[in-house]
């Protein structure tokens, strides 16, 4: 209120937006809302002269070193000096409160990516300081106001260093010769000792939307957990395994990211192709899409169903196309189609089958018609959410891409009905003996439906948890028929269920016939474009020539494995002319699939069969003690 004085003994505490200050001098603080300035006012001169002399000789240090950093020309620093020469005429706090009031003026402010607004955010910030400093008024509005100014300033800063120190990277790296280190070095290196954070340029479009400094924060701890990836690329170094391979080890990194491993996973994987960048995708709205994915991966607790299961199934999904060489095959579009499906494919689930949701009558069957109960609502729920602007990751998609995008996604989710596991085997099956090529949709909706059952095919350590977790869900099924007074579904009966006899089956009947089509298929796709005249772009991962484009280039960590022979062409290709990135770089490819399941296969199902032997001993010993 204007005129109203504020009086401050020594003892008394006084709260500025969280701040406590206790213990504070005896002053009078004068408050003008209208001006937007603060104005001290002391019962006579004198006293004013004595409070400000004492000020002066107490606090000139402390004001002196937060000040000693503000822009030259403002005159802070030298109006301080000064004062301590000319006397108490001009007080530390009238030069405090000349800067307070231009806090209230930020329409002239520069744009925060500018290079004069880092020290005009920082001038700001030690006026904000010294005035708590000095127990001096600042109005809530100008505070928060100017808090956002100074957090959008410091995440442009941090965006521009990401950008430089990829460069950096990328051009150290760049400089060892594919052939002089081996394979497993040039990982390591990539993996340990290059930091291949998002360089998203902002769009002016991409406004920051603090709401307030609590979210500020919370946003900043956030960016900081997911650029983790250094620490988190050691982590998969140290376990001998990375990301590609067959044998990775899902379990693991959700106990390293304490339960986030889908945020984690996903968002390596974009990073890895530079997805939200070509595309266009907010850093934020997927931040915020793959928290929300893991949130309702969580919502019934499921023991299988749940957001491991979704990082395990994503990375196989991965690790599928990566090892056959299929990246050559699809266009960034449809890899970033590929990795939403693997995401969203179980989205909410709630550890019950379609038919436990047709039998009750569920409200989720009713809407569905019965058909591909679960299986639609995963994608519906997912494309819902998707609609709400925080987590719209499709927001600059054309409507054509937006209709592609949503027809792949749909098509490869739908695929994981295991009611349809046989159709879309005999499908693939008549597919193959056709010359034709084969669809897109249908090849990774086979990927998607294979990587879902794919855990019989992992090592047996990996397999056996996963069996373990999945016949609790079905017991835990079983259970709630039975409350129902329904009938119990077949491997749902906690006393009765053979385990290892229905894992022999699985195997036998279910997952090995589905990688047998699916390699199948994979080297017929690769026998479609390795023909010598053969000129696949590679969408995925642009040449390092591209360098000098506006997308910047993959981060080396991703140029390993089955990608380093397409690095090594265009080193080798790009010494004698740079050509841009939108020209085509012929690359030899393999026609041949390397098929990692087959030993797991085999393995775990003699494992299997011994413990089904072992099973009918203890029956048959438990029956002849039960007769005796």
């Given at each position: 209120m204007?005129g109203?004085k504020?009086r401050?003994?020594s003892?008394s505490s006084?709260i500025i937006i969280?701040?406590?200050l206790?213990n504070?001098?005896?002053?009078?603080?004068?408050?003008?809302?209208?001006?937007?300035?603060?104005s001290h006012?002391?019962a006579?001169r004198s006293?004013?002269a004595s409070t400000a002399t004492t000020?002066?000789h107490?606090d000139?240090e402390?004001?002196?070193?937060?000040?000693s950093n503000?822009?030259?020309?403002s005159?802070d620093?030298?109006g301080?000096?000064?004062?301590?020469e000319r006397?108490?005429?001009n007080s530390?706090?009238d030069l405090i409160?000349?800067?307070?009031?231009g806090?209230g003026v930020?329409?002239?402010?520069?744009?925060?990516?500018s290079?004069?607004?880092l020290q005009i955010?920082?001038?700001r910030l030690?006026?904000i300081?010294?005035?708590?400093?000095?127990n001096i008024?600042v109005?809530?509005?100008?505070?928060v106001r100017?808090l956002?100014y100074?957090?959008?300033?410091?995440?442009?800063?941090?965006?521009d260093?990401a950008?430089?120190?990829m460069e950096?990277d990328?051009g150290a790296?760049?400089e060892?010769e594919?052939d002089?280190v081996?394979?497993?070095?040039?990982?390591?290196?990539?993996?340990?000792?290059?930091?291949?954070m998002?360089t998203?340029k902002?769009r002016p479009?991409?406004?920051?939307k603090?709401k307030s400094v609590?979210?500020?924060?919370?946003a900043g701890?956030?960016?900081?957990?997911?650029?983790?990836?250094?620490t988190?690329?050691?982590?998969?170094?140290?376990?001998q395994?990375?990301?590609?391979?067959?044998?990775?080890?899902?379990?693991?990194?959700n106990?390293?990211?304490?339960?986030?491993?889908?945020?984690y996973?996903?968002?390596?994987l974009?990073?890895?192709?530079?997805?939200?960048?070509k595309l266009?995708?907010s850093i934020?709205?997927l931040q915020?899409?793959?928290?929300?994915?893991e949130?309702?991966?969580?919502?019934?607790r499921?023991?299988?169903?749940n957001?491991?299961h979704?990082?395990?199934v994503l990375q196989?999904?991965y690790?599928?196309i990566?090892n056959?060489?299929?990246?050559?095959?699809?266009?960034?579009h449809?890899?970033f189609a590929?990795f939403?499906?693997a995401?969203?494919?179980?989205?909410e689930?709630t550890?019950t089958?379609?038919?436990f949701?047709?039998q009750?009558r569920?409200?989720?069957a009713l809407?569905?018609?019965?058909r591909?109960?679960?299986?639609?609502?995963h994608?519906?729920?997912?494309?819902r959410?998707m609609?709400?602007?925080d987590?719209?990751i499709?927001?600059?998609?054309?409507s054509d891409e937006?209709?592609?995008?949503?027809h792949?996604?749909?098509e490869m989710v739908?695929?994981?009905d295991?009611?349809?596991h046989?159709?879309q085997?005999?499908?693939?099956k008549?597919?193959?003996s056709?010359?034709?090529?084969?669809?897109?949709?249908?090849?990774l909706?086979?990927?998607?439906?294979?990587?879902?059952?794919?855990h019989?095919?992992?090592?047996?350590t990996?397999?056996?948890?996963?069996?373990?977790?999945l016949m609790?869900?079905?017991?835990?099924?079983g259970?709630?028929e039975?409350?129902l007074?329904?009938?119990?579904s077949p491997?749902?009966?906690?006393?009765?269920t053979l385990?290892?006899?229905?894992q022999?089956?699985?195997?036998?009947?279910i997952v090995?016939p589905?990688?047998?089509?699916?390699g199948d298929?994979?080297?017929k796709i690769?026998?479609?474009f390795?023909?010598?005249d053969?000129?696949l772009p590679?969408?995925s991962?642009?040449?390092?020539?591209a360098?000098?484009?506006?997308s910047?280039s993959l981060?080396?960590?991703?140029?390993?494995?089955?990608?380093?022979?397409?690095?090594?062409?265009l080193?080798?290709?790009?010494?004698?002319?740079?050509?841009p990135?939108s020209?085509t770089?012929?690359?030899?490819?393999?026609?041949t699939?390397?098929?990692?399941?087959?030993?797991?296969l085999?393995e775990?199902r003699?494992?299997?069969?011994?413990?089904?032997?072992?099973?009918?001993?203890?029956r048959?010993l438990?029956a002849?003690?039960e007769e005796?």
């Open positions: 204007p109203r504020i401050l003994t003892g006084l969280g701040t406590s206790t504070v001098p005896s002053k009078t603080i004068k408050v003008s809302t209208a001006s937007k300035t603060k006012h002391h006579s006293a004013k000020v002066i107490n000139r402390n004001l002196s070193t937060i000040f503000k822009s030259k020309s005159g620093r030298r301080i000096d000064d004062n301590h006397g108490p005429t530390p706090f409160e000349h800067s307070i009031s806090l930020l329409s002239s402010l520069p744009k925060p990516d290079f004069d607004a955010g920082s001038d030690r006026t300081i010294a005035a708590l400093h000095c008024i109005r809530k509005e100008d505070l100017n956002d100074a957090a959008n300033v410091l995440e442009a800063v941090h965006q260093e950008r430089r120190l950096e990328d790296l760049s060892i594919p002089s081996p394979n497993e070095v040039r990982d390591w290196l990539a993996m340990t000792f290059t930091r291949s998002s998203i902002r479009s991409d406004k920051p603090f609590a979210q500020a924060i919370r701890i956030m960016v900081d957990r997911l650029f983790r990836r250094t988190l690329a050691f982590y998969l170094d140290t376990m395994q990375t990301i590609n391979e067959w044998t990775f080890d899902v379990f693991s990194v106990e390293f990211t304490n339960g986030q491993c889908l945020r996973v996903g968002f390596e974009m990073q890895r192709y530079n997805l939200p960048n266009h995708i934020n709205a915020n899409f793959l928290e929300q994915m949130s309702g991966y969580s919502k019934h499921n023991p299988y169903h957001l491991i979704a990082a395990d196989t999904t690790q599928i990566y056959s060489g299929l990246m050559n095959w699809l266009n960034d449809e890899l590929m939403i499906a995401i969203i494919h179980d989205f689930h550890g089958s379609n038919n949701h047709i009750s569920s409200d989720t809407i569905y018609n019965d591909a109960v679960l299986e639609n609502h994608v519906s729920a997912a494309f959410l609609r709400i602007d987590y719209n499709l927001s600059e998609f054309s937006f209709k592609n995008f949503r792949l996604v749909i739908l695929a994981t295991m009611s349809s046989f159709t085997l005999k499908t693939m008549s597919l193959l056709m010359p034709e090529n084969i669809e897109k949709s249908k090849a909706a086979l990927i998607l439906h294979s990587a879902d059952i794919s019989p095919g992992k090592p047996w990996m397999h056996h948890a996963w069996t373990e977790l609790e869900e079905y017991f835990k099924q259970e709630k039975k409350e007074g329904l009938p119990c491997l749902c009966d906690r006393d009765n385990v290892a006899e229905s022999i089956g699985f195997i036998q009947y090995e589905s990688f047998v089509v699916m298929m994979l080297e690769l026998k479609s390795a023909a010598p053969s000129e590679s969408p991962i642009p040449p390092k020539s360098v000098s484009c506006s910047p981060s080396p960590k991703s140029s390993n494995a089955s990608n380093r022979h397409r690095d090594d062409q080193e080798n290709g790009n010494r004698r002319e740079r050509k990135s020209m770089t012929p690359i030899p490819r393999p026609t699939v390397r098929r990692p399941w087959i030993e797991y085999k775990n003699e494992r299997w069969i011994r413990e089904a032997d072992e099973e009918k001993r203890r048959e438990k002849i003690e005796s």
